[in-house]
């Protein structure tokens, strides 16, 4: 019996849910399609402004998903509500906190479906998308293409200036450090690029030495160099964060605590995208109060100015305390969670009293 309620309860709440979420991304989409078109430039027009739309869904589905679940969870078990059905469902002795606990398995079922986004989908194609964006408007080719990077690797600070889909670059500067910090030698080399081994291939090779006695030049028509920065770790460096996994969030935070440079702006992008990802098992939880505690009467369009207002209100402090702990240089974790960890307490407090 309590199965059969389960999936009925999740049926109604996923297919409410992802008739919101179709609504709140066409809407979404085509304000994007509208911005993109303010911004043609070369061979980026009307198609490409589309295509670059169309690859951005995946991305704008998993920020929206919070609120199409909030919105959809109310409306969905509004309807049950104003049909008494819950009325019944209670009145059989199903308890609150055991309904809480069904609509909260919906919840945790988008949560996933969310995660698996984040982490396959939603990355590889923003950053596809970009890419094609920039290619368009500036008219790169294969040769031309790339873009600067800096990397740090322990004493070693290389500069390359350009970086391109094929890890061929330009020229490169190596600049190495004694232990006190100060400048051991600057090398050059007109091109480079990163083997299958993750050998570092540097052509025409010049390397100026700072010794006690005096200044050595080197040059070399061909050297190899080993650094702890694979083609994997580069081609992370040259992604903006929301293109990249967790996964490669996690490595790069890695790569710099290592070196001692600023993680946070990538810790806060990491913990932002799991707050908001686990946040979505909240959702329903949350509707579930605000449809227990209002009256058979209410009707569908004031529970959808709740679910709006709230899941705006939820997205514009997550984006704020953010940007604001970026800033002053807060605890990533704690200002990524603070507005999930409000959201919960109130769905507590709210279900509390509604027992």
């Known amino acids: 019996m309590m199965s059969i309620l389960s999936a009925y309860l999740m049926r109604t709440i996923l297919t409410s849910t992802l008739l919101v979420l179709i609504v709140l991304l066409a809407i979404a989409t085509l304000f994007e399609f509208i911005g993109e078109l303010d911004n043609n430039m070369g061979d980026y027009g009307i198609a490409q402004a589309l295509q670059f739309s169309v690859l951005f869904v995946p991305q704008l589905s998993i920020q929206m998903l919070p609120m199409a679940t909030l919105i959809g969870a109310l409306l969905g078990l509004g309807g049950l509500a104003s049909k008494s059905e819950l009325v019944i469902m209670r009145s059989a002795g199903l308890s609150v906190g055991r309904l809480a606990g069904m609509v909260a398995m919906t919840g945790v079922v988008l949560m996933v479906i969310s995660a698996l986004i984040g982490e396959y989908i939603g990355p590889p194609l923003d950053h596809f998308a970009r890419n094609m964006r920039t290619e368009a408007r500036f008219q790169q080719n294969e040769r031309n293409s790339g873009h600067a990077a800096w990397l740090k690797d322990g004493p070693v ?64 028509p061909l050297a190899v160099e080993s650094f702890d920065v694979s083609g994997d770790l580069l081609g992370i460096t040259l992604m903006k964060p929301v293109s990249l996994s967790a996964r490669g969030l996690s490595s790069y935070i890695r790569y710099l ?55 705006l209100g939820y997205y514009l402090a997550s984006q704020v305390i953010a940007n604001f702990g970026q800033v002053y240089d807060f605890n990533p974790a704690f200002v990524t969670w603070l507005p999930s960890l409000a959201l919960l307490a109130i769905t507590i407090f709210a279900l509390d009293r509604v027992k």
Request: a negative charge; charged letters at 25%; glycine letters at 10%.
């Open 257 to 311: 605590k290592k070196n001692s440079l600023s993680s946070g702006r990538y810790e806060i992008e990491l913990w932002s995208r799991i707050a908001r990802t686990v946040t979505i098992a909240i959702m329903p939880v949350l509707a579930l109060t605000f449809v227990l505690g209002s009256s058979r009467s209410s009707g569908s369009g004031s529970r959808l100015m709740i679910g709006v207002l709230i899941g």
């Open 157 to 220: 600070i290389l500069h390359l200036e350009r970086v391109n889909s094929e890890f061929e670059f330009g020229g490169i500067y190596l600049y190495r450090f004694n232990e006190d910090n100060s400048l051991r030698s600057v090398g050059r080399a007109e091109n480079a690029g990163i083997d299958d081994s993750d050998k570092w291939i540097l052509e025409n090779y010049r390397e100026t030495r700072f010794q006690d006695d005096g200044v050595q030049a080197m040059e070399s």
